[in-house]
């Protein structure tokens, strides 16, 4: 399985995959800014991407929008300090798989990974 990891904070990207590193994920890519994430989708067809919003160069929800042009099948887990109920329904209704607010835990993401796995 792959998973691409969307994040301008390097400390949140490396703490992601240290939390979901299991024998279930293959290969780890990570991008520091939506232009980055879209360019190495494009590639790649990663299986799972886990997004935050606020980024420089594209922010997560256009990154999102561009993710499901590619693949409107694309399974993305949110993950942002955005903790207002719009941000999260708009990134839902624009089809993200699940939304996390940060500051999360690893149990808490591996919960949400797995719900993402099971769709």
Do not use: W
Request: with cysteine; proline share 3%; glycine share 4%.
């Amino acid at each position: 399985m792959k998973l691409l990891i969307v994040d301008d904070s390097s400390v949140v990207r490396r703490a992601i995959e240290r939390d979901l590193s299991s024998g279930e994920i293959t290969e780890v890519d990570q991008a520091e800014n939506g232009e980055e994430a879209v360019r190495l989708y494009s590639l790649k067809r990663h299986d799972v991407i886990t997004l935050d919003i606020t980024m420089p160069k594209m922010d997560g929800l256009t990154c999102l929008d561009k993710i499901l042009q590619i693949n409107p099948a694309a399974r993305v887990l949110i993950i942002s300090a955005l903790r207002d109920r719009a941000t999260a329904i708009d990134a839902i209704k624009r089809g993200a798989s699940g939304f996390l607010c940060k500051p999360i835990n690893a149990d808490e993401l591996r919960e949400a990974f797995q719900l993402l796995l099971s769709d």
